[in-house]
Protein backbone atom coordinates (compact mmCIF):
# COMPACT_ATOMS: atom_id res chain seq x y z
CA UNK A 1 0.00 0.00 0.00
CA UNK A 2 1.25 3.55 -0.76
CA UNK A 3 1.86 5.26 2.66
CA UNK A 4 -0.62 7.37 3.67
CA UNK A 5 1.50 10.91 3.26
CA UNK A 6 4.95 10.26 2.53
CA UNK A 7 7.64 12.17 3.72
CA UNK A 8 10.19 14.45 2.22
CA UNK A 9 12.66 12.98 -0.05
CA UNK A 10 15.79 12.76 2.23
CA UNK A 11 18.02 13.40 -0.98
CA UNK A 12 16.62 16.58 -1.42
CA UNK A 13 17.02 17.73 1.92
CA UNK A 14 20.33 16.67 2.28
CA UNK A 15 21.36 18.74 -1.29
CA UNK A 16 19.48 21.60 0.35
CA UNK A 17 21.41 21.28 3.52
CA UNK A 18 24.89 21.01 1.44
CA UNK A 19 24.13 24.15 -0.61
CA UNK A 20 23.70 26.13 2.39
CA UNK A 21 26.25 24.92 4.80
CA UNK A 22 29.05 25.31 1.96
CA UNK A 23 27.69 28.28 1.11
CA UNK A 24 27.76 27.32 -2.84
CA UNK A 25 24.86 28.99 -4.96
CA UNK A 26 22.32 26.99 -6.71
CA UNK A 27 23.72 25.36 -9.96
CA UNK A 28 21.00 26.78 -12.12
CA UNK A 29 19.49 30.18 -12.66
CA UNK A 30 16.23 30.85 -11.31
CA UNK A 31 14.06 30.60 -14.07
CA UNK A 32 11.11 33.28 -13.72
CA UNK A 33 8.70 31.59 -15.60
CA UNK A 34 7.38 28.08 -16.50
CA UNK A 35 8.77 26.19 -19.99
CA UNK A 36 5.27 25.16 -20.45
CA UNK A 37 1.19 25.63 -19.98
CA UNK A 38 -0.20 22.51 -17.71
CA UNK A 39 -3.59 21.67 -17.68
CA UNK A 40 -4.99 19.64 -15.72
CA UNK A 41 -8.75 18.68 -15.88
CA UNK A 42 -11.79 16.16 -15.07
CA UNK A 43 -11.84 15.55 -18.98
CA UNK A 44 -9.63 15.10 -21.53
CA UNK A 45 -11.76 17.40 -24.03
CA UNK A 46 -11.80 20.05 -21.54
CA UNK A 47 -8.24 19.62 -20.87
CA UNK A 48 -7.69 20.55 -24.96
CA UNK A 49 -9.81 22.88 -25.11
CA UNK A 50 -7.64 24.98 -22.36
CA UNK A 51 -4.67 24.48 -24.84
CA UNK A 52 -6.18 25.15 -28.05
CA UNK A 53 -7.06 29.04 -26.33
CA UNK A 54 -3.79 29.32 -25.35
CA UNK A 55 -2.50 27.78 -28.26
CA UNK A 56 -4.66 31.04 -29.73
CA UNK A 57 -3.03 33.46 -27.94
CA UNK A 58 -4.98 33.19 -24.83
CA UNK A 59 -3.83 33.63 -21.23
CA UNK A 60 -4.38 31.49 -18.38
CA UNK A 61 -7.66 33.25 -17.50
CA UNK A 62 -8.91 32.79 -21.35
CA UNK A 63 -7.75 28.81 -20.89
CA UNK A 64 -10.06 28.73 -17.71
CA UNK A 65 -13.22 29.86 -19.94
CA UNK A 66 -12.67 27.19 -21.87
CA UNK A 67 -11.93 24.77 -19.49
CA UNK A 68 -15.13 25.91 -17.99
CA UNK A 69 -17.25 26.55 -20.71
CA UNK A 70 -16.13 22.69 -22.40
CA UNK A 71 -16.73 21.09 -19.03
CA UNK A 72 -19.97 22.76 -18.89
CA UNK A 73 -20.95 20.04 -22.24
CA UNK A 74 -19.06 17.49 -21.86
CA UNK A 75 -18.97 16.57 -18.09
CA UNK A 76 -23.31 17.56 -17.46
CA UNK A 77 -22.59 15.03 -14.46
CA UNK A 78 -20.55 17.79 -12.55
CA UNK A 79 -20.80 21.43 -13.92
CA UNK A 80 -22.39 23.10 -16.03
CA UNK A 81 -24.06 26.50 -17.34
CA UNK A 82 -26.67 25.56 -14.73
CA UNK A 83 -24.33 25.63 -11.75
CA UNK A 84 -21.46 27.55 -9.89
CA UNK A 85 -18.34 27.98 -9.80
CA UNK A 86 -15.12 29.47 -7.50
CA UNK A 87 -12.25 30.73 -9.67
CA UNK A 88 -9.06 31.50 -7.43
CA UNK A 89 -6.65 33.64 -9.99
CA UNK A 90 -2.70 34.34 -9.76
CA UNK A 91 -1.91 37.28 -11.68
CA UNK A 92 1.71 37.06 -12.17
CA UNK A 93 2.45 40.33 -13.71
CA UNK A 94 1.50 41.99 -10.04
CA UNK A 95 0.59 39.16 -8.04
CA UNK A 96 -3.08 39.98 -7.94
CA UNK A 97 -4.77 36.74 -5.95
CA UNK A 98 -8.24 36.99 -6.13
CA UNK A 99 -11.19 34.28 -6.20
CA UNK A 100 -14.13 34.93 -8.55
CA UNK A 101 -16.88 33.64 -6.47
CA UNK A 102 -19.83 32.37 -9.02
CA UNK A 103 -21.75 30.70 -5.83
CA UNK A 104 -25.45 30.23 -6.98
CA UNK A 105 -27.67 32.37 -5.05
CA UNK A 106 -31.36 31.67 -3.29
CA UNK A 107 -34.15 33.23 -5.13
CA UNK A 108 -35.51 35.86 -3.79
CA UNK A 109 -38.68 34.09 -2.97
CA UNK A 110 -37.06 31.56 -1.10
CA UNK A 111 -37.41 30.97 2.76
CA UNK A 112 -36.23 29.59 5.58
CA UNK A 113 -38.96 26.85 5.81
CA UNK A 114 -39.20 26.06 2.09
CA UNK A 115 -38.46 22.53 2.27
CA UNK A 116 -39.84 21.51 5.88
CA UNK A 117 -43.46 19.46 5.61
CA UNK A 118 -46.65 19.91 7.91
CA UNK A 119 -44.67 18.00 10.39
CA UNK A 120 -41.33 20.19 10.49
CA UNK A 121 -39.37 17.42 8.71
CA UNK A 122 -37.22 17.97 5.77
CA UNK A 123 -38.59 17.08 2.26
CA UNK A 124 -35.20 15.61 1.06
CA UNK A 125 -36.81 15.30 -2.88
CA UNK A 126 -37.86 18.68 -3.05
CA UNK A 127 -34.42 19.73 -1.34
CA UNK A 128 -32.24 17.77 -4.50
CA UNK A 129 -34.82 17.05 -7.21
CA UNK A 130 -36.43 19.26 -9.35
CA UNK A 131 -36.52 23.28 -10.57
CA UNK A 132 -37.34 24.21 -6.24
CA UNK A 133 -33.62 22.70 -5.35
CA UNK A 134 -31.93 25.12 -7.43
CA UNK A 135 -29.87 28.15 -6.74
CA UNK A 136 -29.73 31.07 -9.12
CA UNK A 137 -26.55 30.17 -11.12
CA UNK A 138 -22.96 31.95 -11.58
CA UNK A 139 -21.19 29.82 -13.53
CA UNK A 140 -21.73 31.86 -16.97
CA UNK A 141 -21.23 35.38 -15.01
CA UNK A 142 -18.21 34.31 -13.85
CA UNK A 143 -16.86 33.25 -17.34
CA UNK A 144 -18.08 36.68 -18.62
CA UNK A 145 -16.58 38.59 -15.52
CA UNK A 146 -13.12 36.65 -15.73
CA UNK A 147 -13.11 37.89 -20.02
CA UNK A 148 -14.02 41.33 -19.17
CA UNK A 149 -11.45 41.56 -16.38
CA UNK A 150 -8.62 38.72 -17.01
CA UNK A 151 -8.58 37.62 -19.99
CA UNK A 152 -6.82 38.91 -23.19
CA UNK A 153 -9.46 37.14 -25.78
CA UNK A 154 -13.20 37.87 -26.24
CA UNK A 155 -15.31 35.46 -25.13
CA UNK A 156 -15.98 34.14 -29.01
CA UNK A 157 -12.83 32.87 -29.04
CA UNK A 158 -12.60 31.03 -25.55
CA UNK A 159 -16.04 29.48 -26.22
CA UNK A 160 -15.20 28.06 -29.88
CA UNK A 161 -13.72 24.81 -28.12
CA UNK A 162 -16.85 24.26 -26.07
CA UNK A 163 -19.82 25.20 -28.71
CA UNK A 164 -17.83 22.96 -31.35
CA UNK A 165 -18.05 19.97 -28.42
CA UNK A 166 -21.82 20.98 -28.02
CA UNK A 167 -22.74 20.98 -31.65
CA UNK A 168 -20.52 18.09 -32.84
CA UNK A 169 -21.20 16.26 -29.92
CA UNK A 170 -18.65 13.77 -27.66
CA UNK A 171 -18.56 10.51 -26.20
CA UNK A 172 -20.29 9.24 -23.29
CA UNK A 173 -17.19 8.24 -20.49
CA UNK A 174 -17.42 6.01 -18.12
CA UNK A 175 -18.13 8.79 -15.47
CA UNK A 176 -20.89 9.79 -17.56
CA UNK A 177 -22.49 6.42 -17.60
CA UNK A 178 -21.73 5.33 -14.39
CA UNK A 179 -23.41 8.85 -12.45
CA UNK A 180 -26.06 8.66 -14.43
CA UNK A 181 -27.15 4.62 -13.39
CA UNK A 182 -28.23 6.30 -10.02
CA UNK A 183 -30.07 9.48 -11.74
CA UNK A 184 -32.01 8.35 -14.31
CA UNK A 185 -35.09 7.60 -12.95
CA UNK A 186 -35.26 11.19 -11.40
CA UNK A 187 -34.13 12.82 -15.05
CA UNK A 188 -36.82 10.72 -16.68
CA UNK A 189 -39.39 13.13 -14.71
CA UNK A 190 -38.48 16.13 -17.19
CA UNK A 191 -38.91 15.02 -20.51
CA UNK A 192 -36.01 18.30 -21.96
CA UNK A 193 -33.47 16.12 -19.56
CA UNK A 194 -34.46 13.28 -20.75
CA UNK A 195 -34.87 14.04 -24.43
CA UNK A 196 -31.01 15.85 -24.24
CA UNK A 197 -29.26 13.39 -22.14
CA UNK A 198 -30.65 10.33 -22.42
CA UNK A 199 -31.22 7.75 -25.65
CA UNK A 200 -35.00 6.37 -25.64
CA UNK A 201 -35.25 7.15 -21.97
CA UNK A 202 -31.95 5.10 -21.05
CA UNK A 203 -28.69 5.52 -19.82
CA UNK A 204 -26.55 5.90 -22.87
CA UNK A 205 -23.92 3.49 -23.52
CA UNK A 206 -20.51 4.40 -23.34
CA UNK A 207 -18.95 5.99 -26.57
CA UNK A 208 -22.19 7.35 -27.67
CA UNK A 209 -22.14 10.98 -28.99
CA UNK A 210 -24.06 13.32 -27.43
CA UNK A 211 -24.93 16.18 -29.24
CA UNK A 212 -26.44 19.45 -26.96
CA UNK A 213 -27.31 21.91 -30.05
CA UNK A 214 -29.00 23.80 -27.12
CA UNK A 215 -25.98 24.42 -24.94
CA UNK A 216 -23.93 25.66 -28.35
CA UNK A 217 -27.04 28.45 -28.82
CA UNK A 218 -26.85 29.48 -25.29
CA UNK A 219 -23.10 29.41 -25.28
CA UNK A 220 -23.62 31.98 -28.50
CA UNK A 221 -25.62 34.25 -26.64
CA UNK A 222 -23.08 34.57 -24.14
CA UNK A 223 -20.33 34.98 -26.66
CA UNK A 224 -22.41 38.12 -28.89
CA UNK A 225 -23.95 39.64 -25.33
CA UNK A 226 -21.79 38.80 -22.23
CA UNK A 227 -24.44 39.04 -18.92
CA UNK A 228 -27.37 39.77 -20.69
CA UNK A 229 -26.81 37.21 -23.03
CA UNK A 230 -27.99 34.58 -20.02
CA UNK A 231 -29.47 36.75 -17.65
CA UNK A 232 -31.74 38.56 -19.71
CA UNK A 233 -33.61 38.28 -22.77
CA UNK A 234 -34.63 34.91 -24.62
CA UNK A 235 -32.46 32.49 -22.27
CA UNK A 236 -34.08 34.23 -19.15
CA UNK A 237 -37.65 34.06 -20.85
CA UNK A 238 -36.96 30.08 -20.93
CA UNK A 239 -35.50 29.60 -18.05
CA UNK A 240 -38.00 31.40 -15.76
CA UNK A 241 -41.20 29.69 -17.88
CA UNK A 242 -39.29 26.48 -17.60
CA UNK A 243 -38.90 26.26 -13.57
CA UNK A 244 -42.17 27.88 -12.87
CA UNK A 245 -44.01 25.89 -15.20
CA UNK A 246 -42.39 22.68 -13.50
CA UNK A 247 -43.32 24.12 -9.77
CA UNK A 248 -40.29 26.75 -9.19
CA UNK A 249 -40.05 29.53 -7.78
CA UNK A 250 -37.39 31.66 -9.85
CA UNK A 251 -38.57 35.33 -11.92
CA UNK A 252 -36.83 37.39 -13.77
CA UNK A 253 -35.39 40.01 -11.16
CA UNK A 254 -33.38 37.11 -10.23
CA UNK A 255 -31.65 36.64 -12.96
CA UNK A 256 -30.86 39.96 -13.62
CA UNK A 257 -29.80 41.26 -10.15
CA UNK A 258 -27.10 37.71 -9.82
CA UNK A 259 -23.98 39.72 -9.23
CA UNK A 260 -19.85 38.09 -9.55
CA UNK A 261 -17.88 39.00 -6.04
CA UNK A 262 -14.47 38.88 -5.88
CA UNK A 263 -13.24 37.85 -2.90
CA UNK A 264 -9.65 38.16 -1.17
CA UNK A 265 -8.90 34.96 -0.28
CA UNK A 266 -7.73 33.06 3.26
CA UNK A 267 -4.33 33.47 3.31
CA UNK A 268 -1.95 31.07 6.15
CA UNK A 269 1.17 29.61 6.00
CA UNK A 270 2.41 26.16 7.03
CA UNK A 271 5.98 24.96 7.31
CA UNK A 272 7.55 27.85 5.14
CA UNK A 273 4.98 27.59 2.48
CA UNK A 274 2.40 30.33 2.00
CA UNK A 275 -0.97 28.93 1.08
CA UNK A 276 -4.07 30.78 -1.08
CA UNK A 277 -7.66 29.42 -0.60
CA UNK A 278 -10.81 29.62 -1.14
CA UNK A 279 -12.47 32.42 1.48
CA UNK A 280 -16.34 32.17 2.64
CA UNK A 281 -18.94 31.36 1.27
CA UNK A 282 -16.93 28.50 1.02
CA UNK A 283 -16.15 26.77 4.05
CA UNK A 284 -12.62 24.78 2.85
CA UNK A 285 -9.98 27.92 3.60
CA UNK A 286 -11.11 28.32 6.72
CA UNK A 287 -11.05 24.68 7.67
CA UNK A 288 -8.24 24.20 6.42
CA UNK A 289 -6.00 27.05 8.03
CA UNK A 290 -7.67 26.20 11.46
CA UNK A 291 -6.85 22.39 10.74
CA UNK A 292 -2.95 22.76 9.81
CA UNK A 293 -2.89 25.25 12.93
CA UNK A 294 -4.00 22.81 15.48
CA UNK A 295 -1.43 20.42 13.88
CA UNK A 296 1.47 22.22 13.58
CA UNK A 297 3.56 21.59 16.31
CA UNK A 298 3.38 17.85 16.10
CA UNK A 299 5.42 17.58 13.07
CA UNK A 300 2.74 14.95 11.87
CA UNK A 301 5.61 14.63 8.58
CA UNK A 302 7.43 11.92 10.94
CA UNK A 303 4.68 10.67 13.06
CA UNK A 304 4.16 6.85 12.26
CA UNK A 305 0.57 6.57 10.21
CA UNK A 306 -1.82 5.42 12.46
CA UNK A 307 -0.63 8.68 15.27
CA UNK A 308 -0.80 10.79 12.40
CA UNK A 309 -4.29 9.85 11.00
CA UNK A 310 -5.51 10.12 14.43
CA UNK A 311 -4.06 13.79 14.93
CA UNK A 312 -5.27 14.67 11.46
CA UNK A 313 -8.58 13.36 12.45
CA UNK A 314 -8.93 15.23 15.69
CA UNK A 315 -7.83 18.79 13.93
CA UNK A 316 -10.63 17.49 11.10
CA UNK A 317 -13.24 17.33 13.99
CA UNK A 318 -12.78 20.56 15.12
CA UNK A 319 -12.46 22.15 12.11
CA UNK A 320 -16.07 20.95 10.69
CA UNK A 321 -17.83 21.46 14.13
CA UNK A 322 -16.72 25.22 13.75
CA UNK A 323 -17.85 24.92 10.35
CA UNK A 324 -21.32 23.68 11.13
CA UNK A 325 -21.79 26.75 13.68
CA UNK A 326 -19.78 30.03 12.16
CA UNK A 327 -19.46 29.31 8.14
CA UNK A 328 -22.14 31.13 5.77
CA UNK A 329 -22.50 33.72 3.30
CA UNK A 330 -19.95 36.57 4.62
CA UNK A 331 -22.67 38.94 3.18
CA UNK A 332 -25.31 37.98 5.40
CA UNK A 333 -23.39 36.55 8.29
CA UNK A 334 -20.53 37.63 10.25
CA UNK A 335 -18.60 34.51 9.73
CA UNK A 336 -15.28 35.24 12.24
CA UNK A 337 -12.53 34.54 9.90
CA UNK A 338 -9.84 36.05 12.02
CA UNK A 339 -10.39 34.35 14.70
CA UNK A 340 -11.38 30.81 13.12
CA UNK A 341 -7.52 30.93 11.42
CA UNK A 342 -5.81 32.23 14.20
CA UNK A 343 -2.76 30.52 16.16
CA UNK A 344 -4.34 31.47 19.62
CA UNK A 345 -7.91 30.06 18.60
CA UNK A 346 -6.23 26.74 17.00
CA UNK A 347 -3.88 26.32 20.12
CA UNK A 348 -7.13 26.20 22.64
CA UNK A 349 -8.43 24.07 20.32
CA UNK A 350 -5.30 21.52 20.44
CA UNK A 351 -5.29 21.84 24.51
CA UNK A 352 -8.51 19.63 23.94
CA UNK A 353 -7.06 17.17 22.05
CA UNK A 354 -4.89 13.84 23.54
CA UNK A 355 -2.62 12.00 21.79
CA UNK A 356 -3.64 8.96 23.24
CA UNK A 357 -7.65 8.50 22.82
CA UNK A 358 -10.51 10.02 20.73
CA UNK A 359 -12.46 12.90 21.11
CA UNK A 360 -16.18 12.42 20.85
CA UNK A 361 -17.78 14.86 19.12
CA UNK A 362 -20.88 14.83 21.45
CA UNK A 363 -18.97 16.56 23.80
CA UNK A 364 -17.36 19.27 22.07
CA UNK A 365 -18.98 22.53 22.73
CA UNK A 366 -21.99 22.43 20.42
CA UNK A 367 -25.85 23.59 19.57
CA UNK A 368 -28.43 22.37 22.32
CA UNK A 369 -30.36 20.74 19.42
CA UNK A 370 -27.84 19.07 17.25
CA UNK A 371 -29.39 15.46 16.17
CA UNK A 372 -27.40 12.44 16.31
CA UNK A 373 -27.32 11.74 14.33
CA UNK A 374 -20.79 13.53 -6.84
CA UNK A 375 -21.11 15.69 -8.08
CA UNK A 376 -18.57 18.82 -8.74
CA UNK A 377 -15.75 19.31 -10.98
CA UNK A 378 -12.27 20.50 -10.48
CA UNK A 379 -9.20 22.00 -12.83
CA UNK A 380 -6.19 23.53 -12.33
CA UNK A 381 -4.03 25.16 -14.72
CA UNK A 382 -0.85 27.39 -15.32
CA UNK A 383 0.13 29.51 -18.43
CA UNK A 384 3.95 29.87 -19.33
CA UNK A 385 3.85 33.30 -17.51
CA UNK A 386 2.84 32.24 -14.60
CA UNK A 387 -0.78 32.85 -13.98
CA UNK A 388 -2.37 30.49 -12.56
CA UNK A 389 -6.07 29.28 -12.22
CA UNK A 390 -7.55 26.33 -9.76
CA UNK A 391 -11.68 26.13 -10.12
CA UNK A 392 -13.62 24.20 -8.78
CA UNK A 393 -17.11 24.45 -10.55
CA UNK A 394 -20.24 22.35 -9.37
CA UNK A 395 -24.07 21.37 -9.69
CA UNK A 396 -23.86 19.46 -6.92
CA UNK A 397 -25.24 15.94 -6.93
CA UNK A 398 -24.83 14.44 -9.91
CA UNK A 399 -26.43 15.71 -12.62
CA UNK A 400 -27.46 18.34 -10.24
CA UNK A 401 -31.28 18.64 -9.71
CA UNK A 402 -31.88 16.82 -12.95
CA UNK A 403 -34.03 19.23 -14.06
CA UNK A 404 -33.54 20.97 -17.46
CA UNK A 405 -35.82 23.87 -18.55
CA UNK A 406 -37.11 23.57 -22.08
CA UNK A 407 -34.97 24.76 -24.95
CA UNK A 408 -31.90 25.61 -23.12
CA UNK A 409 -29.80 22.21 -22.92
CA UNK A 410 -28.29 22.38 -19.53
CA UNK A 411 -29.57 21.21 -16.07
CA UNK A 412 -30.11 23.17 -13.46
CA UNK A 413 -28.02 22.52 -9.69
CA UNK A 414 -29.27 21.45 -6.89
CA UNK A 415 -27.09 23.67 -4.58
CA UNK A 416 -30.10 24.92 -2.30
CA UNK A 417 -29.13 21.48 -0.33
CA UNK A 418 -26.02 23.21 0.36
CA UNK A 419 -27.99 25.12 3.20
CA UNK A 420 -29.32 23.73 6.38
CA UNK A 421 -32.64 23.03 5.79
CA UNK A 422 -33.33 22.99 9.32
CA UNK A 423 -31.25 23.62 12.15
CA UNK A 424 -28.78 20.75 12.93
CA UNK A 425 -30.93 18.43 10.03
CA UNK A 426 -27.34 17.30 8.01
CA UNK A 427 -27.88 17.72 4.13
CA UNK A 428 -26.93 15.11 1.21
CA UNK A 429 -23.19 14.96 2.65
CA UNK A 430 -24.36 14.45 6.50
CA UNK A 431 -22.86 17.95 6.96
CA UNK A 432 -24.72 19.99 9.61
CA UNK A 433 -26.07 24.19 9.91
CA UNK A 434 -27.27 26.29 11.76
CA UNK A 435 -28.34 29.98 11.67
CA UNK A 436 -25.36 31.06 9.95
CA UNK A 437 -25.85 29.09 7.11
CA UNK A 438 -29.89 29.19 7.06
CA UNK A 439 -31.89 29.86 3.60
CA UNK A 440 -32.62 33.69 2.85
CA UNK A 441 -33.09 35.14 -0.28
CA UNK A 442 -30.51 36.35 -1.88
CA UNK A 443 -27.55 34.91 0.21
CA UNK A 444 -25.65 32.03 -1.35
CA UNK A 445 -25.16 28.65 0.41
CA UNK A 446 -22.03 27.86 2.14
CA UNK A 447 -20.00 25.24 0.21
CA UNK A 448 -16.58 22.94 0.63
CA UNK A 449 -15.36 23.84 -2.86
CA UNK A 450 -11.38 24.59 -1.85
CA UNK A 451 -9.43 25.78 -4.72
CA UNK A 452 -5.95 26.47 -3.70
CA UNK A 453 -2.62 27.68 -3.91
CA UNK A 454 0.49 26.58 -2.51
CA UNK A 455 3.63 28.73 -2.81
CA UNK A 456 6.79 27.88 -1.82
CA UNK A 457 10.19 29.49 -2.50
CA UNK A 458 10.55 26.70 -5.50
CA UNK A 459 7.66 25.11 -5.59
CA UNK A 460 4.28 26.08 -6.29
CA UNK A 461 1.34 23.92 -6.18
CA UNK A 462 -2.15 24.34 -7.88
CA UNK A 463 -4.85 22.38 -6.72
CA UNK A 464 -8.70 21.18 -6.04
CA UNK A 465 -11.23 18.49 -6.19
CA UNK A 466 -14.83 17.79 -5.56
CA UNK A 467 -16.15 15.19 -3.30
CA UNK A 468 -18.95 17.29 -0.83
CA UNK A 469 -17.87 17.80 2.45
CA UNK A 470 -14.61 15.91 2.03
CA UNK A 471 -13.45 18.27 -0.44
CA UNK A 472 -11.36 19.79 2.42
CA UNK A 473 -9.54 17.26 3.41
CA UNK A 474 -8.72 15.84 0.14
CA UNK A 475 -7.24 19.10 -0.05
CA UNK A 476 -5.64 18.80 3.26
CA UNK A 477 -3.67 15.65 2.37
CA UNK A 478 -3.09 16.60 -1.32
CA UNK A 479 -1.21 19.52 0.43
CA UNK A 480 0.33 18.33 3.31
CA UNK A 481 1.86 15.34 0.50
CA UNK A 482 3.12 18.51 -2.00
CA UNK A 483 5.03 20.24 1.22
CA UNK A 484 6.50 16.76 2.25
CA UNK A 485 7.88 16.94 -1.41
CA UNK A 486 5.52 15.24 -3.64
CA UNK A 487 4.55 16.30 -7.50
CA UNK A 488 0.86 16.23 -8.38
CA UNK A 489 1.11 12.92 -9.44
CA UNK A 490 1.21 11.68 -6.18
CA UNK A 491 -1.38 14.18 -4.54
CA UNK A 492 -4.32 12.95 -6.73
CA UNK A 493 -3.96 9.54 -6.01
CA UNK A 494 -3.07 9.28 -2.28
CA UNK A 495 -5.54 7.14 -0.60
CA UNK A 496 -7.97 9.19 1.42
CA UNK A 497 -9.07 9.30 4.64
CA UNK A 498 -11.88 12.09 6.55
CA UNK A 499 -13.20 13.19 9.83
CA UNK A 500 -16.41 15.38 9.69
CA UNK A 501 -17.37 16.43 13.00
CA UNK A 502 -20.53 14.37 12.32
CA UNK A 503 -20.81 11.74 11.72
CA UNK A 504 -19.15 10.81 14.64
CA UNK A 505 -16.30 8.41 12.44
CA UNK A 506 -13.08 8.33 10.55
CA UNK A 507 -14.21 7.50 6.61
CA UNK A 508 -11.59 5.83 4.87
CA UNK A 509 -11.00 4.93 1.09
CA UNK A 510 -10.97 0.82 0.47
CA UNK A 511 -7.38 0.76 0.74
CA UNK A 512 -6.40 3.52 2.57
CA UNK A 513 -5.30 2.08 6.07
CA UNK A 514 -4.09 -1.21 6.97
CA UNK A 515 -5.46 -3.92 9.38
CA UNK A 516 -3.10 -2.83 11.83
CA UNK A 517 -3.56 1.30 11.45
CA UNK A 518 -7.82 0.73 11.96
CA UNK A 519 -6.79 -1.49 14.77
CA UNK A 520 -4.04 1.28 16.26
CA UNK A 521 -7.30 3.58 15.51
CA UNK A 522 -9.82 1.68 17.11
CA UNK A 523 -7.40 1.20 20.16
CA UNK A 524 -7.46 4.91 20.46
CA UNK A 525 -11.27 5.00 20.58
CA UNK A 526 -11.85 5.93 17.10
CA UNK A 527 -14.60 4.50 14.67
CA UNK A 528 -13.42 3.65 11.32
CA UNK A 529 -15.73 3.35 8.51
CA UNK A 530 -14.17 1.53 5.45
CA UNK A 531 -16.26 2.58 2.61
CA UNK A 532 -16.78 0.79 -0.40
CA UNK A 533 -16.11 3.73 -3.03
CA UNK A 534 -13.82 5.91 -3.50
CA UNK A 535 -13.96 9.68 -3.24
CA UNK A 536 -12.35 12.81 -5.22
CA UNK A 537 -11.29 13.14 -8.39
CA UNK A 538 -8.51 15.57 -7.94
CA UNK A 539 -6.42 17.59 -10.48
CA UNK A 540 -3.48 19.79 -9.93
CA UNK A 541 -0.52 21.18 -11.34
CA UNK A 542 2.75 22.11 -9.93
CA UNK A 543 5.62 24.97 -10.97
CA UNK A 544 9.40 24.70 -9.96
CA UNK A 545 10.53 28.35 -10.23
CA UNK A 546 13.94 27.17 -9.81
CA UNK A 547 14.03 24.49 -13.42
CA UNK A 548 10.88 26.44 -15.10
CA UNK A 549 9.60 22.62 -15.11
CA UNK A 550 5.92 22.08 -14.91
CA UNK A 551 4.14 18.84 -14.17
CA UNK A 552 0.39 17.62 -14.03
CA UNK A 553 -1.70 14.98 -12.65
CA UNK A 554 -5.28 13.60 -12.82
CA UNK A 555 -7.08 11.81 -10.37
CA UNK A 556 -6.87 8.01 -11.20
CA UNK A 557 -10.07 7.32 -9.90
CA UNK A 558 -11.68 8.50 -13.07
CA UNK A 559 -9.64 7.53 -16.44
CA UNK A 560 -11.51 11.11 -18.69
CA UNK A 561 -9.25 13.36 -16.53
CA UNK A 562 -5.68 14.44 -18.03
CA UNK A 563 -2.97 16.40 -17.34
CA UNK A 564 -1.40 17.30 -20.31
CA UNK A 565 2.09 20.01 -20.23
CA UNK A 566 2.27 21.46 -23.46
O1 LIG B 1 -20.28 23.44 -2.87
C1 LIG B 1 -20.21 22.37 -2.31
O2 LIG B 1 -19.59 22.20 -1.27
C2 LIG B 1 -20.91 21.16 -2.92
N1 LIG B 1 -22.04 21.58 -3.69
C3 LIG B 1 -19.93 20.38 -3.74
C4 LIG B 1 -20.52 19.12 -4.28
C5 LIG B 1 -19.52 18.13 -4.74
O3 LIG B 1 -18.35 18.31 -4.63
C6 LIG B 1 -20.07 16.86 -5.28
N2 LIG B 1 -19.01 16.03 -5.77
N3 LIG B 1 -18.78 14.91 -5.68
Excluded at 356 to 362: E, H, L, P, R
Amino acid sequence: MKRFISTTTPGMAVGLALICLLGVYAPFALAQKPAKAAVASAHYLATEAGHEVLANGGNAFDAAIAVSAALAVVEPSSSGLGGGAFWLLHRAEDNHQVMIDGREIAPMAADRDMYLDENGEVNRDLAVNGPLAAGIPGHAAGMVHLAKNYGRLPLSESLKPAIRLATEGFPVDEKYHSLMGYRAETIRRWPAATDALLVDGENPPIGHLIKLPDIANTLRLIAAQGFDGFYKGELADKLVKGVRDAGGIWNHADLAGYTIKERQPIRTSYQGYQLVTAPPPSSGGVAIAEILNIVEPYNISTMDDAKRIHVLAEAMRRAYRDRSIYLGDPDFFEVPVRLLTSRDYAAGLRASMRLDKASDSNNLAGFEDSPKGTDTSHFSLIDTDGNMVAATLTVNLPYGSAFMAPGTGFLLNNEMDDFSAKAGAPNAYGLLGYSANAIEPGKRMLSSMTPTFVLGEQRVAVLGTPGGSRIITMVLLGLLDFIDGNGPVSWVSLPRIHHQYQPDEISAEPDALSADQIATLQALGHTVNVRERTWGNMHGVMWNKQTGEVEGGSDPRWPSGRAIVR
